[in-house]
């Protein structure tokens, strides 16, 4: 299975400012995906994000406050724009390795807003 | 679209009890089914996943789960468990048509000693 690095594990930032979160996977794939989970929550899905078009965005998330880049078949970026203390979660991108080898998760970004 | 509850936000059980850990799934299709667990502080771990064929699948760490289409469950089971499986657990639900990863809400695992 795909093994994924993701950058940065953590950060404290201030409101009103913009985090970048970077994936990287060690091969090619298709489908990548971007969740948030809030303190005590479970995963929501953001995005999904293929190479080559706009990341699609789930109900209640937009591409004003999390765009999406994919620039190419190893690699995406998640920014939280304009944040406030309701925008601390973490942050995991995914990877599909095929529907029946499942899904890889990064170690995710736990995202502070002060 | 596709759903999963999970209706145990919390279960206690004793070390070296049995656990099974329930999961329900709303889908029109065959669903594809996970189980995965989080460890404080820790990332996702792919515990089993069921696509096809047998409908009882062996994962990691002596965990097994039963799909049954009947009831549209995806339970979790361990015939005794150990103090380190103290968790988080999250059933998922994806499809061939839409790929995307849907989670339960997540059960939380309790070991007392």
């Known amino acids: 299975s795909a093994v994924i690095s993701q950058k940065p594990s953590r950060d404290i930032c201030q409101r009103g400012t913009s985090l970048t979160i970077q994936c990287q996977v060690d091969s090619q794939v298709t489908m990548m995906f971007w969740y948030r989970q809030q303190p005590g929550q479970s995963l929501t899905l953001i995005a999904t994000?293929?190479?080559?078009?706009?990341?699609?965005?789930e109900s209640g998330f937009v591409i004003d406050k999390f765009p999406i880049s994919r620039p190419n078949l190893t690699f995406s970026t998640l920014t939280v724009s304009n944040m406030s203390p309701e925008d601390s979660s973490i942050y995991l991108c995914?990877?599909?390795?095929?529907?029946?080898?499942?899904?890889?998760f990064g170690s995710g970004t736990r995202l502070t807003v002060v | 679209a596709q759903s999963v509850t999970q209706p145990d936000i919390h279960i206690t059980v004793s070390e070296g009890a049995s656990l099974e850990l329930r999961c329900n799934y709303s889908y029109g299709a065959t669903p594809y089914l996970f189980w995965y667990v989080q460890s404080p502080g820790q990332g996702l771990q792919l515990l089993l996943k069921y696509f096809s064929g047998d409908t009882l699948v062996q994962g990691i760490k002596g965990f097994e789960a039963e799909f049954k289409r009947s009831q549209s469950s995806f339970n979790l089971r361990k015939p005794s468990v150990h103090w380190s499986d103290a968790a988080e657990y999250f059933c998922?639900?994806?499809?061939?048509?839409?790929?995307?990863?849907?989670f339960g809400s997540g059960t939380r695992l309790l070991v007392r000693p």
């Open positions: 998922a639900v994806a499809s061939d048509s839409s790929y995307k990863l849907i």
């Open positions: 995914s990877v599909e390795g095929g529907l029946r080898d499942g899904y890889t």
């Open positions: 994000a293929n190479q080559g078009s706009e990341a699609t965005y």
